[in-house]
Every structure is written in C-alpha cells, then in structure tokens.
C-alpha cells in the first residue's frame, strides 16, 4: 500500500506563492503517474495538475494554466506543486494523488487509486 504525505499548505496573501510537497512511502511511486486535486468548502474536489511518470508531460486546467507548476523528483519519490500568483478563489484542502493505471496521466479523479490526507492552502485578499 503506497501512502502519500503532502506539505507546504498554509496561509499567503493574494499574489503570493506556496510549494507543495507530496512524498510516497514506497520506490514504486516513481512508476505511477501523479495528481494535484483540490476542494473547496461545499464545491466538488477539481483537477488542479498531472504529470507523467517521466515527468515530461504535465496538464493544467484553465484556471491555473500560466500560474501553477507540477513537477517530481522520482529520486525522492516526490511530487510538487508550485503555485505562484495565487488568488482568493484558490482557497481549497489540495490533495496529491498517484494513479497505477496504463493511462500516462489522468485529469479525472476516478483514475487515481492512491490519495494523500490533504493540506489546507488558504488564500487572503
């Protein structure tokens, strides 16, 4: 069973920038490709980031395009999410994901079979 622990979250203002960290408890992380959802309060958890196992291929919803970055360090079986620019309406518990599937990647969270706890990323105006 592979358990994924993320960091990073925390409060910034609007315009500010976090690093989110997620690590796998198992070598076999660098195998799967990889997810950031997030959830805010009474909305449905959305697709935030995915990356392929190489790392050479990442896809972002419209709303982050531009503004956050997925990337992962397979040597540390680590995955993260720099987001820069950050607004208000990003407020939301962002969870890491890890999918074994035969997809590259996946933007739908039905694919993804490995979740992290979640971390609370909140953003001021």
């Known amino acids: 069973q592979v358990q994924l622990v993320e960091s990073g979250g925390g409060l910034v203002q609007a315009g500010g920038s976090l690093r989110l960290s997620c690590t796998a408890s198992r070598d076999t992380f660098s195998n799967y490709y990889k997810g950031w959802f997030r959830q805010a309060p009474g909305k449905e958890r959305e697709f935030v980031a995915a990356?392929?196992?190489?790392?050479?291929?990442?896809d972002y919803p419209n709303s982050v395009k531009g503004r956050f970055t997925i990337s992962r360090d397979n040597a540390k079986n680590t995955v993260y999410l720099q987001m820069n620019s950050l607004k208000p309406e990003d407020t939301a518990v962002y969870y890491c994901?890890?999918?074994?599937?035969?997809?590259?990647?996946?933007?739908?969270?039905?694919?993804?079979?490995?979740w992290g706890q979640g971390t609370q990323v909140t953003v001021s105006s």
């Open positions: 990356i392929d196992w190489s790392g050479g291929v990442t």
């Open positions: 994901a890890a999918g074994a599937r035969t997809y590259s990647r996946s933007t739908d969270s039905r694919n993804y079979d490995y």
